[in-house]
């Protein structure tokens, strides 16, 4: 079986839920503290061991590829001025892995955008993670988890976490088979954002991190629109549980949503409180608030 080492980033959508910053700054640019989310992503997927990874971007995402660029002009400053530690930290961003980029056309939904892969996968399996999904690696990288669990079973791999009950109208709801058990399991079906919890399947979600087999671009090439009049992965995945055994993995770490403001919040507290330079001022502020709101 041929190792994962391509991943593809699909940074195309239109961020409606952060607007109006989305207006003309990309949802993935938008930083936790000081670095942006997509840069979480991208060393989440370095660490698991890809080298290449391609960014589905839309004509307003510029910002992306200079993020990921080398920028002389500032790097020069930096050593002028003594700062040679962020000259270097800079530096490092533009070595991370190979990145590609290529346009979705139209913000035609998940699926429509991972088709835009098909040339960069070139018949091999290729990991996907959305930038919404900001995954807490303290242990390992939760993509790592996944690209382990396809080499063990040859399956299209969901990443998953159990979710409150409540919640899960807001994500893809996997149905596992009968004798589930452990940390990866079969799935036989998925129901899309489950209206209410009782037409949910299970309470474990699908949660923005993918390994999909190479066959899975002819599957989206034959997907019809699905909600909202877009191509949709999880139709797509659906559609391919014909020829290919799909299956559910539990990731280890802490997942934040990023996508939704409350999301996050918790995500720029959470990092904050973890690093030495701002735990504590971060610490006594929020007993203040508590004070304050009792
Ligand atoms: P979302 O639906 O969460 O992202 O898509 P969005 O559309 O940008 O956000 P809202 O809901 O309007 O605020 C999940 C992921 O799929 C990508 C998005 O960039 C995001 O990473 N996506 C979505 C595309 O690349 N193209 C699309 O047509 C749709």
Do not use: W
Request: aromatic share 8%; hydrophobic share 40%; with cysteine.
């Amino acid at each position: 079986m041929k190792k994962v080492t391509k991943a593809v980033i699909p940074a195309a959508g239109l961020g409606t839920r952060f607007l109006p910053a989305t207006k003309a700054l990309p949802k993935e640019m938008l930083p936790i503290i000081d670095t942006p989310n997509i840069h979480y992503i991208v060393k989440e997927a370095v660490e698991a061991g890809i080298t290449d990874i391609l960014i589905i971007v839309s004509h307003a995402k510029e910002p992306i590829e200079d993020y990921f660029d080398v920028n002389y002009e500032l790097e020069t400053r930096l050593k002028e001025t003594g700062k040679l530690k962020q000259a270097e930290e800079i530096r490092e961003i533009a070595n991370m892995a190979n990145i590609f980029y290529v346009r979705q056309k139209e913000p035609k939904g998940l699926g429509d955008a991972i088709g835009y892969a098909r040339s960069f996968a070139s018949g091999e399996p290729i990991a996907v993670l959305l930038g919404d999904d900001l995954i807490d690696d303290k242990e390992r990288p939760a993509i790592g988890e996944l690209i382990e669990a396809y080499e063990q079973t040859g399956g299209t791999i969901l990443g998953c976490r159990r979710v409150p009950k409540e919640l899960l109208r807001k994500y893809g709801v996997v149905k596992p088979t009968a004798k589930a058990e452990g940390k990866v399991f079969e799935v036989m079906d998925m129901v899309e954002k489950p209206k209410d919890p009782s037409l949910a399947p299970s309470d474990i979600a699908v949660l923005g991190r993918y390994v999909l087999p190479p066959e899975i671009f002819d599957v989206i090439a034959r997907t019809p629109k699905g909600v909202g009049g877009e191509v949709q992965l999880t139709d797509a995945i659906k559609l391919s549980l014909e020829k290919r055994k799909c299956y559910a993995c539990l990731f280890t770490g802490e997942r934040y949503d990023i996508g939704d403001k409350f999301g996050y919040i918790k995500a720029t507290l959470d990092f904050a409180l973890r690093r030495d330079d701002l735990r504590e001022n971060v610490l006594d502020y929020l007993r203040r608030i508590n004070e304050e709101n009792r």
